[in-house]
């Protein structure tokens, strides 16, 4: 009996619990790589008590190195239980496996997630420092951590690109990107995650 009150309790406490983290890995080389529309089912372990935010973020790449590199991870389908990862990959870009980090809270008041989007046109993306607003308005400075959640750049030059947060403020943040290294990038978006717990 100790040991069901044991479990009970922690269920109560897991169901409460307003952030959780995780990372999972897709796809592999040679035979299970990244298509149009890899996608599977994250589960939390744990219920939430309402239908949390979920942010995704690349933690690495397996790419093929002549080829161009074209990666976008996302969301879709959220429950108190769970979602939906996608991962796509296109033309002539070949991706065997991703690791892929992801972020769900149901503490708007305290984490928020969101997503930028910088496009080049061709070229490589807008370097010039750009406004993030947050959705609402925290009560004061949040901490922010960023991630690439798509790369599109075309061609076999390295890609190398940096991300840095200038002016943090209660109501966003002010984002440079630094360091972009590839001619062929074609646009990049990056996740954001924002926290004032202290």
């Given at each position: 009996?100790?040991?069901?009150?044991?479990?009970?309790?922690?269920?109560?406490?897991?169901?409460?619990?307003?952030?959780?983290?995780?990372?999972?890995?897709?796809?592999?080389?040679?035979?299970?790589?990244?298509?149009?529309?890899?996608?599977?089912?994250?589960?939390?372990?744990?219920?939430?008590?309402?239908?949390?935010?979920?942010?995704?973020?690349?933690?690495?790449?397996?790419?093929?190195?002549?080829?161009?590199k074209r990666i976008e991870v996302w969301a879709s389908d959220e429950t108190t239980s769970g979602f939906r990862l996608h991962a796509r990959t296109w033309e002539d870009a070949a991706t065997y496996g991703l690791k892929v980090?992801?972020?769900?809270?149901?503490?708007?008041?305290?984490?928020?997630?969101?997503?930028?989007?910088?496009?080049?046109?061709?070229?490589?993306?807008?370097?010039?420092?750009?406004?993030?607003?947050?959705?609402?308005?925290?009560?004061?400075?949040?901490?922010?951590?960023?991630?690439?959640?798509?790369?599109?750049?075309?061609?076999?030059?390295?890609?190398?690109?940096?991300?840095?947060?200038?002016?943090?403020?209660?109501?966003?943040?002010?984002?440079?990107?630094?360091?972009?290294?590839?001619?062929?990038?074609?646009?990049?978006?990056?996740?954001?995650?924002?926290?004032?717990?202290?």
């Amino acid at each position: 009996q100790v040991a069901q009150c044991s479990t009970i309790a922690k269920a109560r406490w897991c169901s409460a619990m307003p952030t959780t983290c995780g990372t999972v890995k897709i796809g592999s080389w040679p035979d299970n790589s990244i298509g149009e529309d890899t996608a599977f089912e994250v589960n939390f372990g744990l219920d939430f008590e309402i239908v949390p935010a979920v942010s995704v973020q690349l933690a690495a790449i397996d790419a093929a190195s002549p080829n161009s590199k074209r990666i976008e991870v996302w969301a879709s389908d959220e429950t108190t239980s769970g979602f939906r990862l996608h991962a796509r990959t296109w033309e002539d870009a070949a991706t065997y496996g991703l690791k892929v980090s992801w972020v769900a809270t149901s503490d708007l008041a305290m984490v928020q997630l969101g997503t930028h989007s910088l496009s080049g046109g061709g070229s490589s993306p807008n370097l010039d420092a750009e406004t993030v607003n947050f959705p609402r308005s925290f009560a004061c400075s949040p901490d922010i951590v960023f991630g690439f959640s798509a790369i599109d750049a075309a061609g076999s030059a390295p890609v190398c690109s940096r991300l840095e947060s200038l002016d943090t403020h209660a109501r966003g943040f002010v984002l440079k990107t630094r360091d972009a290294v590839s001619a062929g990038i074609q646009s990049v978006s990056m996740s954001w995650i924002a926290s004032a717990s202290p």
